[in-house]
Protein backbone atom coordinates (compact mmCIF):
# COMPACT_ATOMS: atom_id res chain seq x y z
CA UNK A 1 0.00 0.00 0.00
CA UNK A 2 2.72 2.45 0.08
CA UNK A 3 4.87 2.92 -3.09
CA UNK A 4 2.85 5.09 -5.39
CA UNK A 5 3.14 4.18 -8.88
CA UNK A 6 5.09 6.94 -11.51
CA UNK A 7 1.90 7.35 -13.07
CA UNK A 8 -0.06 7.64 -9.78
CA UNK A 9 2.61 10.03 -8.27
CA UNK A 10 2.13 12.26 -11.90
CA UNK A 11 -1.43 12.04 -11.48
CA UNK A 12 -1.04 13.06 -7.85
CA UNK A 13 1.10 15.80 -9.03
CA UNK A 14 -0.64 16.83 -11.98
CA UNK A 15 -4.02 17.36 -9.60
CA UNK A 16 -2.33 19.58 -7.38
CA UNK A 17 -0.14 21.46 -9.72
CA UNK A 18 -3.75 22.16 -12.05
CA UNK A 19 -5.73 23.15 -9.40
CA UNK A 20 -2.99 25.62 -7.63
CA UNK A 21 -2.94 27.28 -11.20
CA UNK A 22 -6.32 27.33 -11.61
CA UNK A 23 -6.81 28.82 -8.10
CA UNK A 24 -4.25 31.16 -8.38
CA UNK A 25 -4.66 32.30 -12.54
CA UNK A 26 -8.40 33.36 -12.13
CA UNK A 27 -8.18 34.91 -8.54
CA UNK A 28 -7.58 38.64 -10.06
CA UNK A 29 -10.79 37.70 -12.21
CA UNK A 30 -12.47 36.37 -9.92
CA UNK A 31 -11.83 39.35 -7.28
CA UNK A 32 -12.73 41.81 -10.50
CA UNK A 33 -15.71 40.10 -11.53
CA UNK A 34 -16.97 39.47 -8.29
CA UNK A 35 -16.48 43.83 -7.36
CA UNK A 36 -18.36 44.10 -10.59
CA UNK A 37 -21.08 42.25 -9.53
CA UNK A 38 -21.46 43.35 -6.13
CA UNK A 39 -20.81 47.03 -6.86
CA UNK A 40 -21.84 48.53 -10.19
CA UNK A 41 -25.18 47.78 -11.24
CA UNK A 42 -25.48 48.14 -15.43
CA UNK A 43 -26.72 47.73 -18.33
CA UNK A 44 -26.78 43.52 -19.07
CA UNK A 45 -25.70 42.88 -15.52
CA UNK A 46 -28.35 39.95 -15.38
CA UNK A 47 -26.54 38.54 -18.33
CA UNK A 48 -23.11 38.74 -16.95
CA UNK A 49 -24.09 37.33 -13.81
CA UNK A 50 -26.02 34.51 -15.68
CA UNK A 51 -22.77 33.77 -17.82
CA UNK A 52 -20.61 33.58 -14.53
CA UNK A 53 -23.22 31.12 -13.24
CA UNK A 54 -23.66 29.08 -16.24
CA UNK A 55 -20.81 26.66 -15.56
CA UNK A 56 -22.38 25.76 -12.31
CA UNK A 57 -25.59 24.53 -14.06
CA UNK A 58 -24.35 23.37 -17.31
CA UNK A 59 -23.55 19.34 -17.64
CA UNK A 60 -20.17 19.46 -17.77
CA UNK A 61 -19.75 17.37 -20.86
CA UNK A 62 -21.27 20.87 -21.88
CA UNK A 63 -19.08 23.25 -20.65
CA UNK A 64 -16.07 21.19 -22.41
CA UNK A 65 -16.89 20.29 -25.40
CA UNK A 66 -17.97 24.38 -25.36
CA UNK A 67 -13.97 24.51 -24.52
CA UNK A 68 -12.80 22.71 -26.97
CA UNK A 69 -14.83 23.93 -29.59
CA UNK A 70 -13.44 27.48 -28.99
CA UNK A 71 -10.30 26.87 -27.33
CA UNK A 72 -9.41 23.80 -29.76
CA UNK A 73 -6.71 23.44 -32.21
CA UNK A 74 -9.32 24.63 -34.92
CA UNK A 75 -11.47 26.81 -32.80
CA UNK A 76 -10.88 30.71 -32.65
CA UNK A 77 -9.32 30.89 -29.52
CA UNK A 78 -6.95 27.63 -29.74
CA UNK A 79 -5.77 29.53 -32.81
CA UNK A 80 -4.94 33.18 -31.64
CA UNK A 81 -3.33 31.44 -28.55
CA UNK A 82 -1.33 29.39 -31.02
CA UNK A 83 -0.41 32.45 -32.92
CA UNK A 84 0.35 34.81 -30.22
CA UNK A 85 1.77 32.61 -28.03
CA UNK A 86 2.61 29.32 -29.82
CA UNK A 87 0.51 27.81 -26.84
CA UNK A 88 -1.96 25.09 -26.85
CA UNK A 89 -4.39 23.98 -24.02
CA UNK A 90 -6.48 21.09 -26.15
CA UNK A 91 -5.11 17.42 -24.75
CA UNK A 92 -2.52 19.39 -22.72
CA UNK A 93 -2.41 19.89 -18.62
CA UNK A 94 -2.77 23.56 -19.48
CA UNK A 95 -5.84 22.74 -20.87
CA UNK A 96 -6.93 21.06 -17.64
CA UNK A 97 -6.30 24.14 -15.82
CA UNK A 98 -8.39 26.26 -18.35
CA UNK A 99 -10.93 23.58 -17.41
CA UNK A 100 -10.81 23.73 -13.37
CA UNK A 101 -10.77 27.13 -14.00
CA UNK A 102 -13.81 28.00 -15.75
CA UNK A 103 -15.64 25.48 -13.46
CA UNK A 104 -14.35 26.86 -10.04
CA UNK A 105 -15.45 30.21 -11.05
CA UNK A 106 -18.58 30.95 -10.30
CA UNK A 107 -17.58 29.49 -6.72
CA UNK A 108 -15.16 32.08 -6.27
CA UNK A 109 -17.12 34.89 -7.38
CA UNK A 110 -20.11 34.02 -5.35
CA UNK A 111 -17.86 33.79 -2.37
CA UNK A 112 -15.66 36.74 -2.67
CA UNK A 113 -19.00 38.47 -3.80
CA UNK A 114 -20.06 38.14 -0.49
CA UNK A 115 -17.20 39.34 0.99
CA UNK A 116 -17.59 42.80 -0.77
CA UNK A 117 -21.52 42.90 0.22
CA UNK A 118 -20.29 42.69 3.72
CA UNK A 119 -17.67 45.48 3.64
CA UNK A 120 -19.26 48.93 4.71
CA UNK A 121 -19.05 51.42 1.41
CA UNK A 122 -18.76 54.27 4.93
CA UNK A 123 -15.61 52.94 5.86
CA UNK A 124 -14.61 53.41 1.98
CA UNK A 125 -15.75 56.93 2.43
CA UNK A 126 -13.89 57.69 5.15
CA UNK A 127 -10.73 56.55 3.80
CA UNK A 128 -11.41 58.90 0.85
CA UNK A 129 -12.11 62.12 2.85
CA UNK A 130 -8.72 61.00 5.12
CA UNK A 131 -6.77 61.62 1.49
CA UNK A 132 -6.59 57.82 -0.48
CA UNK A 133 -7.55 57.60 -3.74
CA UNK A 134 -9.86 55.04 -4.86
CA UNK A 135 -6.42 52.61 -5.81
CA UNK A 136 -5.78 53.03 -2.30
CA UNK A 137 -8.87 52.65 -0.53
CA UNK A 138 -9.36 49.36 -1.98
CA UNK A 139 -5.62 48.15 -1.13
CA UNK A 140 -5.76 49.43 2.33
CA UNK A 141 -9.35 48.92 3.49
CA UNK A 142 -11.34 47.32 0.64
CA UNK A 143 -8.66 44.04 0.27
CA UNK A 144 -8.17 43.51 4.28
CA UNK A 145 -11.80 43.22 4.53
CA UNK A 146 -13.06 41.25 2.12
CA UNK A 147 -10.04 38.95 2.59
CA UNK A 148 -11.80 35.97 4.36
CA UNK A 149 -14.07 36.22 1.50
CA UNK A 150 -11.18 35.93 -0.61
CA UNK A 151 -9.92 32.84 0.95
CA UNK A 152 -13.07 30.91 1.28
CA UNK A 153 -13.64 31.59 -2.48
CA UNK A 154 -10.24 30.03 -3.30
CA UNK A 155 -10.59 27.25 -0.98
CA UNK A 156 -13.82 26.54 -2.56
CA UNK A 157 -11.76 27.05 -6.42
CA UNK A 158 -9.03 24.42 -5.15
CA UNK A 159 -11.49 21.70 -4.16
CA UNK A 160 -14.06 22.03 -6.94
CA UNK A 161 -10.61 22.31 -9.28
CA UNK A 162 -9.00 18.98 -8.09
CA UNK A 163 -12.68 17.18 -8.15
CA UNK A 164 -13.18 18.54 -11.57
CA UNK A 165 -13.83 15.78 -13.96
CA UNK A 166 -16.51 16.05 -17.11
CA UNK A 167 -14.99 19.59 -18.61
CA UNK A 168 -11.57 18.32 -18.29
CA UNK A 169 -11.96 14.48 -19.67
CA UNK A 170 -14.26 16.14 -22.29
CA UNK A 171 -11.26 19.20 -23.54
CA UNK A 172 -8.29 17.55 -22.72
CA UNK A 173 -8.91 13.91 -22.37
CA UNK A 174 -7.16 11.12 -20.08
CA UNK A 175 -3.50 11.14 -20.96
CA UNK A 176 -1.40 9.13 -18.53
CA UNK A 177 1.36 11.76 -17.72
CA UNK A 178 0.09 14.80 -19.40
CA UNK A 179 -4.05 15.26 -18.38
CA UNK A 180 -4.20 12.44 -16.24
CA UNK A 181 -5.96 13.60 -13.06
CA UNK A 182 -6.92 12.35 -9.69
CA UNK A 183 -10.63 11.76 -10.97
CA UNK A 184 -9.62 10.75 -14.28
CA UNK A 185 -7.15 8.18 -12.90
CA UNK A 186 -9.86 6.82 -10.99
CA UNK A 187 -12.32 6.57 -13.47
CA UNK A 188 -9.79 4.91 -15.74
CA UNK A 189 -8.39 2.15 -12.60
CA UNK A 190 -12.33 1.55 -12.10
CA UNK A 191 -12.68 0.76 -15.74
CA UNK A 192 -9.98 -1.96 -15.58
CA UNK A 193 -11.08 -5.18 -13.60
CA UNK A 194 -8.58 -5.99 -10.38
CA UNK A 195 -7.52 -2.24 -9.85
CA UNK A 196 -9.95 -1.44 -7.18
CA UNK A 197 -7.25 -1.38 -4.82
CA UNK A 198 -5.12 0.81 -6.26
CA UNK A 199 -8.27 3.17 -7.09
CA UNK A 200 -9.16 2.90 -3.52
CA UNK A 201 -5.25 4.42 -2.80
CA UNK A 202 -6.08 7.53 -4.49
CA UNK A 203 -9.28 7.59 -3.13
CA UNK A 204 -7.59 8.24 0.14
CA UNK A 205 -4.97 10.82 -1.22
CA UNK A 206 -8.50 12.72 -2.79
CA UNK A 207 -9.28 12.64 0.71
CA UNK A 208 -7.08 13.79 2.67
CA UNK A 209 -5.99 16.49 0.25
CA UNK A 210 -9.69 18.01 0.58
CA UNK A 211 -9.60 17.82 4.30
CA UNK A 212 -5.86 19.46 4.67
CA UNK A 213 -7.40 22.52 2.07
CA UNK A 214 -10.37 22.81 4.41
CA UNK A 215 -8.59 23.04 7.61
CA UNK A 216 -6.23 24.74 6.17
CA UNK A 217 -8.71 27.69 4.97
CA UNK A 218 -10.42 27.12 8.19
CA UNK A 219 -6.86 28.38 10.12
CA UNK A 220 -6.21 31.09 7.93
CA UNK A 221 -9.97 32.61 7.93
CA UNK A 222 -9.47 32.73 11.80
CA UNK A 223 -6.12 33.94 11.85
CA UNK A 224 -7.49 36.78 9.53
CA UNK A 225 -10.73 37.20 11.43
CA UNK A 226 -8.68 37.89 14.27
CA UNK A 227 -7.19 40.83 12.95
CA UNK A 228 -10.03 42.29 11.49
CA UNK A 229 -12.36 41.76 14.19
CA UNK A 230 -9.47 42.13 17.19
CA UNK A 231 -11.35 39.32 18.81
CA UNK B 1 -13.44 80.60 4.70
CA UNK B 2 -15.35 78.42 3.02
CA UNK B 3 -18.41 79.23 0.46
CA UNK B 4 -20.87 77.14 -0.97
CA UNK B 5 -23.72 77.34 -2.92
CA UNK B 6 -25.28 74.46 -3.48
CA UNK B 7 -28.55 72.93 -5.41
CA UNK B 8 -30.22 69.29 -5.89
CA UNK B 9 -33.11 68.50 -6.44
CA UNK B 10 -34.46 64.73 -4.59
CA UNK B 11 -37.16 62.90 -4.81
CA UNK B 12 -39.73 65.22 -2.88
CA UNK B 13 -37.46 67.09 -1.79
CA UNK B 14 -35.31 70.20 -2.89
CA UNK B 15 -31.87 71.49 -1.10
CA UNK B 16 -30.55 74.85 -2.33
CA UNK B 17 -28.36 77.20 0.13
CA UNK B 18 -25.87 79.62 -0.15
CA UNK B 19 -23.89 80.26 2.90
CA UNK B 20 -20.30 80.86 3.95
CA UNK B 21 -18.29 79.92 6.79
CA UNK B 22 -15.56 81.93 8.81
CA UNK B 23 -12.89 80.70 10.91
CA UNK B 24 -14.04 79.46 14.49
CA UNK B 25 -16.75 76.91 14.65
CA UNK B 26 -20.01 77.14 12.53
CA UNK B 27 -22.76 74.88 13.52
CA UNK B 28 -25.27 73.55 11.24
CA UNK B 29 -28.46 73.48 12.72
CA UNK B 30 -31.19 72.21 11.85
CA UNK B 31 -34.58 69.76 12.34
CA UNK B 32 -33.59 65.82 10.82
CA UNK B 33 -34.37 65.88 7.38
CA UNK B 34 -33.72 69.52 6.86
CA UNK B 35 -30.72 68.56 4.66
CA UNK B 36 -27.74 69.15 6.99
CA UNK B 37 -25.99 65.53 6.02
CA UNK B 38 -26.45 66.60 2.98
CA UNK B 39 -24.60 69.74 2.81
CA UNK B 40 -21.78 67.98 4.73
CA UNK B 41 -21.47 65.60 2.49
CA UNK B 42 -21.65 67.49 -1.19
CA UNK B 43 -18.69 69.69 0.74
CA UNK B 44 -16.64 66.91 1.56
CA UNK B 45 -17.12 65.75 -2.26
CA UNK B 46 -19.07 62.22 -1.09
CA UNK B 47 -22.00 63.43 -3.08
CA UNK B 48 -22.64 65.52 -6.36
CA UNK B 49 -25.42 68.05 -6.38
CA UNK B 50 -26.99 69.43 -9.12
CA UNK B 51 -25.19 72.68 -9.09
CA UNK B 52 -22.77 73.13 -6.57
CA UNK B 53 -20.00 75.87 -6.19
CA UNK B 54 -18.05 75.23 -3.07
CA UNK B 55 -14.46 77.08 -2.70
CA UNK B 56 -12.09 76.83 0.64
CA UNK B 57 -10.15 79.47 0.90
CA UNK B 58 -8.34 80.25 -2.87
CA UNK B 59 -9.34 76.69 -4.14
CA UNK B 60 -12.01 75.73 -6.19
CA UNK B 61 -13.20 72.22 -5.20
CA UNK B 62 -16.89 72.55 -6.93
CA UNK B 63 -17.38 74.94 -9.78
CA UNK B 64 -19.33 74.31 -13.05
CA UNK B 65 -17.50 71.46 -14.73
CA UNK B 66 -14.86 71.64 -11.96
CA UNK B 67 -15.41 68.43 -9.01
CA UNK B 68 -12.36 67.68 -6.85
CA UNK B 69 -12.25 63.78 -5.92
CA UNK B 70 -12.45 63.63 -1.94
CA UNK B 71 -9.42 62.68 -1.23
CA UNK B 72 -7.69 65.90 -2.81
CA UNK B 73 -9.86 67.90 -0.67
CA UNK B 74 -7.86 68.19 2.56
CA UNK B 75 -11.50 67.76 4.09
CA UNK B 76 -11.83 66.02 7.60
CA UNK B 77 -14.94 64.24 8.10
CA UNK B 78 -16.11 63.16 11.37
CA UNK B 79 -19.19 60.75 11.21
CA UNK B 80 -21.89 60.21 13.23
CA UNK B 81 -20.75 56.71 13.31
CA UNK B 82 -16.87 56.78 14.01
CA UNK B 83 -16.31 54.69 10.96
CA UNK B 84 -13.43 53.43 12.10
CA UNK B 85 -10.71 50.87 10.22
CA UNK B 86 -11.81 47.27 12.19
CA UNK B 87 -8.70 45.63 10.54
CA UNK B 88 -6.61 48.57 12.14
CA UNK B 89 -5.15 49.12 15.65
CA UNK B 90 -6.12 53.05 16.93
CA UNK B 91 -2.29 53.97 15.96
CA UNK B 92 -2.49 52.95 12.95
CA UNK B 93 -6.14 54.19 12.47
CA UNK B 94 -5.05 57.68 13.60
CA UNK B 95 -1.52 57.55 11.26
CA UNK B 96 -3.36 56.62 8.26
CA UNK B 97 -4.16 59.65 6.75
CA UNK B 98 -0.48 60.79 7.42
CA UNK B 99 0.13 58.29 4.58
CA UNK B 100 -1.25 60.39 1.72
CA UNK B 101 -0.43 64.11 3.44
CA UNK B 102 2.50 65.78 3.29
CA UNK B 103 2.90 68.18 5.49
CA UNK B 104 1.59 68.10 9.40
CA UNK B 105 0.53 71.20 11.44
CA UNK B 106 -0.54 69.39 13.88
CA UNK B 107 1.70 66.64 15.46
CA UNK B 108 0.70 62.84 16.45
CA UNK B 109 1.35 63.27 20.10
CA UNK B 110 -0.11 66.88 20.63
CA UNK B 111 -3.56 64.93 19.06
CA UNK B 112 -2.90 61.76 21.54
CA UNK B 113 -2.61 64.15 24.31
CA UNK B 114 -5.19 66.34 23.52
CA UNK B 115 -7.88 63.82 22.82
CA UNK B 116 -6.23 61.65 25.45
CA UNK B 117 -5.83 58.60 23.37
CA UNK B 118 -2.47 57.76 24.68
CA UNK B 119 -3.91 54.62 26.87
CA UNK B 120 -6.07 53.74 23.76
CA UNK B 121 -3.59 53.21 21.02
CA UNK B 122 -2.62 49.89 21.07
CA UNK B 123 -6.35 48.09 20.96
CA UNK B 124 -8.50 47.57 17.79
CA UNK B 125 -11.77 49.65 17.56
CA UNK B 126 -14.27 46.79 18.72
CA UNK B 127 -12.66 47.03 22.31
CA UNK B 128 -13.53 50.59 22.39
CA UNK B 129 -16.60 52.44 23.55
CA UNK B 130 -18.64 54.49 21.66
CA UNK B 131 -17.09 58.02 23.00
CA UNK B 132 -13.10 57.14 22.68
CA UNK B 133 -13.98 55.58 18.97
CA UNK B 134 -15.05 58.94 18.40
CA UNK B 135 -12.55 60.88 19.76
CA UNK B 136 -10.52 58.38 17.81
CA UNK B 137 -12.30 59.40 14.82
CA UNK B 138 -11.84 63.47 15.34
CA UNK B 139 -7.65 62.41 15.76
CA UNK B 140 -7.07 60.81 12.56
CA UNK B 141 -9.23 62.98 10.80
CA UNK B 142 -6.94 66.10 12.66
CA UNK B 143 -4.06 64.02 11.96
CA UNK B 144 -5.19 63.53 7.86
CA UNK B 145 -4.13 67.61 8.25
CA UNK B 146 -7.21 69.25 6.74
CA UNK B 147 -8.21 72.66 5.97
CA UNK B 148 -11.52 72.08 7.44
CA UNK B 149 -12.98 69.82 9.56
CA UNK B 150 -16.51 68.57 9.23
CA UNK B 151 -18.32 67.05 12.25
CA UNK B 152 -21.83 64.97 11.44
CA UNK B 153 -23.56 65.29 14.56
CA UNK B 154 -20.45 63.53 16.39
CA UNK B 155 -22.46 63.26 19.65
CA UNK B 156 -25.72 61.56 18.43
CA UNK B 157 -24.63 57.98 18.91
CA UNK B 158 -23.80 58.37 22.23
CA UNK B 159 -25.14 58.90 25.32
CA UNK B 160 -25.34 61.72 28.33
CA UNK B 161 -22.17 60.77 29.85
CA UNK B 162 -20.38 60.01 26.68
CA UNK B 163 -21.47 63.52 24.55
CA UNK B 164 -20.60 65.16 28.30
CA UNK B 165 -17.10 63.49 28.16
CA UNK B 166 -16.52 64.72 24.40
CA UNK B 167 -17.62 68.24 24.60
CA UNK B 168 -14.40 69.52 26.40
CA UNK B 169 -12.33 67.70 23.72
CA UNK B 170 -13.96 69.60 20.91
CA UNK B 171 -14.21 73.27 23.07
CA UNK B 172 -10.02 72.64 23.40
CA UNK B 173 -9.85 71.84 19.83
CA UNK B 174 -11.77 75.54 18.67
CA UNK B 175 -9.56 77.40 21.35
CA UNK B 176 -6.26 75.89 20.72
CA UNK B 177 -6.42 74.98 17.01
CA UNK B 178 -6.90 77.55 14.25
CA UNK B 179 -9.14 74.90 12.34
CA UNK B 180 -12.38 75.85 10.91
CA UNK B 181 -15.06 73.63 11.51
CA UNK B 182 -18.27 73.11 10.57
CA UNK B 183 -20.46 71.09 13.12
CA UNK B 184 -23.86 69.24 12.26
CA UNK B 185 -26.06 69.31 15.15
CA UNK B 186 -29.83 69.73 16.27
CA UNK B 187 -29.06 69.62 19.78
CA UNK B 188 -29.09 73.31 20.56
CA UNK B 189 -27.41 73.28 24.22
CA UNK B 190 -24.25 71.93 22.50
CA UNK B 191 -24.50 74.17 19.88
CA UNK B 192 -24.81 77.21 22.35
CA UNK B 193 -21.73 75.89 23.47
CA UNK B 194 -19.51 75.30 20.36
CA UNK B 195 -20.33 77.41 18.19
CA UNK B 196 -18.96 80.78 17.19
CA UNK B 197 -21.71 81.12 14.17
CA UNK B 198 -24.75 79.36 13.50
CA UNK B 199 -26.34 77.95 10.14
CA UNK B 200 -29.56 77.50 10.36
CA UNK B 201 -31.05 74.90 7.71
CA UNK B 202 -35.02 74.45 7.47
CA UNK B 203 -36.37 71.69 4.80
CA UNK B 204 -33.52 72.23 2.15
CA UNK B 205 -33.28 76.00 2.98
CA UNK B 206 -31.56 78.61 4.65
CA UNK B 207 -33.14 80.34 6.95
CA UNK B 208 -30.77 82.34 9.01
CA UNK B 209 -27.11 82.19 9.41
CA UNK B 210 -25.00 84.66 11.32
CA UNK B 211 -22.65 84.97 14.74
CA UNK B 212 -23.87 82.29 17.28
CA UNK B 213 -25.00 85.08 20.03
CA UNK B 214 -27.31 87.04 17.77
CA UNK B 215 -28.97 84.17 15.92
CA UNK B 216 -29.82 82.62 19.59
CA UNK B 217 -31.47 85.16 20.56
CA UNK B 218 -33.25 86.14 18.23
CA UNK B 219 -37.22 85.12 18.70
CA UNK B 220 -38.54 84.89 15.35
CA UNK B 221 -36.22 81.82 14.74
CA UNK B 222 -36.42 80.12 18.42
CA UNK B 223 -39.79 78.44 16.99
CA UNK B 224 -37.50 76.84 14.08
CA UNK B 225 -34.96 75.69 16.94
CA UNK B 226 -37.11 74.47 19.34
CA UNK B 227 -39.00 76.49 22.16
CA UNK B 228 -38.33 74.28 24.84
CA UNK B 229 -34.63 74.77 24.11
CA UNK B 230 -34.72 78.35 23.07
CA UNK B 231 -32.10 80.74 25.09
CA UNK B 232 -29.64 83.11 24.16
CA UNK B 233 -25.97 83.94 24.86
CA UNK B 234 -23.99 86.48 26.72
CA UNK B 235 -20.66 87.69 27.71
CA UNK B 236 -19.50 87.85 31.01
CA UNK B 237 -16.01 88.38 33.08
CA UNK B 238 -15.34 87.17 36.30
CA UNK B 239 -14.85 90.12 38.76
CA UNK B 240 -14.02 88.16 41.73
CA UNK B 241 -14.52 84.96 43.86
CA UNK B 242 -16.59 85.45 47.59
CA UNK B 243 -15.19 83.56 50.48
CA UNK B 244 -19.16 81.88 50.38
CA UNK B 245 -18.17 79.75 47.36
CA UNK B 246 -19.95 82.67 44.49
CA UNK B 247 -18.29 83.69 41.65
CA UNK B 248 -19.04 87.38 40.77
CA UNK B 249 -19.53 88.34 36.94
CA UNK B 250 -20.00 91.32 35.58
CA UNK B 251 -22.11 91.45 32.16
CA UNK B 252 -23.73 93.83 30.63
CA UNK B 253 -27.10 94.19 32.75
CA UNK B 254 -25.47 93.48 36.19
CA UNK B 255 -24.21 91.57 38.31
CA UNK B 256 -24.50 87.65 37.79
CA UNK B 257 -23.26 84.94 41.03
CA UNK B 258 -22.55 81.69 40.31
CA UNK B 259 -21.29 78.72 42.55
CA UNK B 260 -18.86 76.58 42.29
CA UNK B 261 -16.76 78.35 38.99
CA UNK B 262 -13.04 77.30 39.03
CA UNK B 263 -12.43 80.14 36.25
CA UNK B 264 -9.67 82.90 37.31
CA UNK B 265 -10.45 86.56 37.74
CA UNK B 266 -10.25 88.75 34.58
CA UNK B 267 -11.73 85.87 32.43
CA UNK B 268 -14.33 86.26 29.97
CA UNK B 269 -17.12 82.90 29.82
CA UNK B 270 -19.97 82.89 27.85
CA UNK B 271 -23.05 82.20 29.74
CA UNK B 272 -26.43 80.57 28.41
CA UNK B 273 -29.54 82.00 29.38
CA UNK B 274 -32.53 79.35 28.55
CA UNK B 275 -35.83 81.50 27.96
CA UNK B 276 -38.29 79.92 29.75
CA UNK B 277 -35.80 80.33 32.94
CA UNK B 278 -36.33 84.14 33.00
CA UNK B 279 -38.90 85.66 35.34
CA UNK B 280 -39.78 89.27 34.76
CA UNK B 281 -40.52 92.08 36.85
CA UNK B 282 -41.02 95.53 36.24
CA UNK B 283 -39.49 96.80 39.60
CA UNK B 284 -36.72 95.50 41.60
CA UNK B 285 -37.97 92.61 43.17
CA UNK B 286 -37.52 92.93 47.14
CA UNK B 287 -37.12 89.45 49.42
CA UNK B 288 -36.30 87.00 46.77
CA UNK B 289 -34.07 84.23 46.65
CA UNK B 290 -32.71 84.68 43.75
CA UNK B 291 -29.75 86.28 43.49
CA UNK B 292 -29.28 86.57 39.74
CA UNK B 293 -31.12 89.72 38.47
CA UNK B 294 -30.23 92.24 35.64
CA UNK B 295 -31.68 95.56 34.51
CA UNK B 296 -33.03 95.11 30.70
CA UNK B 297 -34.90 97.12 28.37
CA UNK B 298 -37.70 95.39 26.44
CA UNK B 299 -37.09 95.50 22.67
CA UNK B 300 -39.89 93.23 21.12
CA UNK B 301 -42.76 90.72 22.12
CA UNK B 302 -43.02 87.91 20.06
CA UNK B 303 -46.15 85.57 19.53
CA UNK B 304 -45.10 81.97 19.83
CA UNK B 305 -47.82 78.69 19.49
CA UNK B 306 -49.82 78.61 22.66
CA UNK B 307 -50.40 81.01 25.60
CA UNK B 308 -46.21 82.02 25.42
CA UNK B 309 -44.81 85.08 24.41
CA UNK B 310 -41.32 85.48 23.34
CA UNK B 311 -39.57 88.78 24.98
CA UNK B 312 -36.41 89.95 23.91
CA UNK B 313 -34.74 92.52 26.10
CA UNK B 314 -31.88 94.55 25.94
CA UNK B 315 -28.42 94.64 28.51
CA UNK B 316 -26.87 97.83 26.84
CA UNK B 317 -24.85 95.85 23.53
CA UNK B 318 -26.44 92.12 24.18
CA UNK B 319 -29.74 90.83 24.06
CA UNK B 320 -31.64 87.72 25.87
CA UNK B 321 -34.60 86.16 25.44
CA UNK B 322 -37.43 85.41 28.00
CA UNK B 323 -40.46 82.78 27.47
CA UNK B 324 -43.10 84.09 29.74
CA UNK B 325 -47.32 84.18 29.30
CA UNK B 326 -48.92 86.63 27.02
CA UNK B 327 -51.32 87.03 30.01
CA UNK B 328 -47.86 88.05 32.28
CA UNK B 329 -46.99 90.21 29.02
CA UNK B 330 -50.27 92.27 29.27
CA UNK B 331 -50.76 92.32 33.05
CA UNK B 332 -47.21 93.89 33.38
CA UNK B 333 -47.74 96.01 30.88
CA UNK B 334 -44.75 95.10 28.23
CA UNK B 335 -43.88 96.83 25.72
CA UNK B 336 -40.83 98.04 23.72
CA UNK B 337 -38.77 100.34 25.14
CA UNK B 338 -40.55 99.63 29.04
CA UNK B 339 -37.45 99.10 31.64
CA UNK B 340 -37.83 95.44 33.15
CA UNK B 341 -35.70 93.14 35.67
CA UNK B 342 -34.94 89.83 34.56
CA UNK B 343 -34.61 87.28 37.32
CA UNK B 344 -32.57 84.32 36.45
CA UNK B 345 -33.81 80.85 37.48
CA UNK B 346 -31.03 79.52 35.44
CA UNK B 347 -27.71 79.92 34.37
CA UNK B 348 -24.89 77.66 32.55
CA UNK B 349 -21.62 78.25 31.38
CA UNK B 350 -21.57 78.13 27.70
CA UNK B 351 -17.62 78.26 27.40
CA UNK B 352 -14.35 80.41 27.99
CA UNK B 353 -14.28 83.37 25.53
Not at chain 1, 8 to 29: D, K, Q, Y
Not at chain 1, 81 to 100: I, K, N
Not at chain 2, 208 to 223: F, Q, T
Not at chain 2, 316 to 331: E, G, V
Request: proline share 5%; hydrophobic share 55%; aromatic share 6%.
Amino acid sequence: MTGFSPLEWAAIGLSVRVSLWATVLSLPFGIAMAWLLARRRFWGWQVVNALVHLPLVLPPVVTGYLLLLTFGRNGPGGRLLEQLFGMTLAFRWTGAVLAAAVMAFPLMVRAIRLGFEAVDVGLEQAASTLGASPVWVFATVTLPLILPGVIAGSVLAFAKAVGEFGATITFVANIPGETQTLPTAIYALLQVPGQDGTALRLVVVSLVIAMAALIASELLARAVQRRIGGR
Amino acid sequence: MLQAALAHQFAGFRLDVKFAVPQGVTALFGRSGAGKTTVVRAIAGLMRCDRAEVRLGERVLDAGGVHVPPHRRKIGYVFQDARLFPHLTVRQNLLYGQWFSGQRRVGFDDVVALLGLGVLLGRTPVHLSGGEKQRVAIGRALLSDPDLLLLDEPLAALDEAHRAEILPYLEQLRDELRLPMIYVSHALPEVARLATSIVVLETGRLLASGPAADILSDPSLAKVMGLRDAGSVIVARVAKHEPDGLAVLETAGGLVFLPGLAVAVGAALRLRIPAQDVILSRQRPEGLSALNILAAEVVSLTEVEGAAVLVTLRLADQRILARITRRSAAALGLAPGVACFAILKSVAIAGVV
